[in-house]
């Protein structure tokens, strides 16, 4: 069972607050300036769950998406710009919903990202 309501922080410049498993969650991403971010997918449940990852830029539009299927009791590390490609030089914001099984959602990004 993960921690809850600590922040993590990693060398100094990368800053995350540990979520509950949910069915829907958002994160920002930032891949401008050379940067990539990452997430790391756990699926506490007993059941195998897909997993949506859409991503938008900052005015909303889609950038793209895939499904992730998480077996039960299971973890994933994806790195974002992998799986999706047209992020690369774009920040903005990942819709993360889960069919089944709730799912935590854990990503590191610059904590400097603003899509204002």
Do not use: C
């Amino acid at each position: 069972m993960p921690l809850r309501g600590v922040h993590i922080l990693l060398q100094g410049d990368v800053e995350e607050t540990v979520k509950e498993p949910t069915a829907l969650q958002y994160m920002l991403f930032d891949h401008r300036n050379g940067l990539d971010s990452v997430l790391y997918l756990v699926n506490e449940g007993t059941t195998a769950t897909q997993t949506a990852l859409n991503f938008t830029g900052p005015v909303n539009q889609s950038l793209g998406n895939t499904t992730v299927t998480l077996p039960s009791l299971w973890s994933q590390i994806i790195d974002l710009a992998s799986v999706v490609p047209a992020t690369i030089g774009q920040q903005g914001t990942i819709t993360i919903s889960s069919s089944g099984a709730l799912v935590t959602g854990y990503g590191l990004i610059p904590p400097t990202v603003s899509l204002h």
